[in-house]
Nanobody
Framework: QAQLVESGGGLVQPGGSLRLSCAAS????????IGWFRQAPGKEREGVSC????????YYGDSVEGRFTISRDNAKNTVYLQMNSLKFEDTAVYYC??????????????????WGQGTQVTVSS
């Protein structure tokens, strides 16, 4: 059974950095693209980034472009999201999800077939 577990969230000041991890088990990570999404209270789930199965292609949402970097280590069955220059508006629960098809610069959640439980990121002074 496919499982994704996020970690690395926490409380950080504006301008700070965090690195989230998404640990995969129960399937061969090499075969799948992985996406990161986030959801703030009262808001819809927002696409943050997607990385291809090989790691050679990545897409970013407009609100995080230039500040966040997605990467993966298939040997460790882990995908990462490095978040720099964090802003108050980055506060949300962050989720990783498995995508059987190629990444695209579109963020329909129906394209993802397995989700983690999420990790809270809070940006506050």
């Amino acid at each position: 059974q496919a499982q994704l577990v996020e970690s690395g969230g926490g409380l950080v000041q504006p301008g700070g950095s965090l690195r989230l991890s998404c640990a995969a088990s129960g399937f061969t990570l090499d075969y799948y693209a992985i996406g990161w999404f986030r959801q703030a209270p009262g808001k819809e789930r927002e696409g943050v980034s997607c990385i291809s199965s090989s790691g050679s292609i990545a897409y970013y949402g407009d609100s995080v472009e230039g500040r966040f970097t997605i990467s993966r280590d298939n040997a460790k069955n882990t995908v990462y999201l490095q978040m720099n220059s964090l802003k108050f508006e980055d506060t949300a629960v962050y989720y990783c999800a498995r995508r059987p098809t190629r990444c695209k610069a579109s963020w329909g959640t129906v394209e993802y077939d397995s989700w983690g439980q999420g990790t809270q990121v809070t940006v506050s002074s």
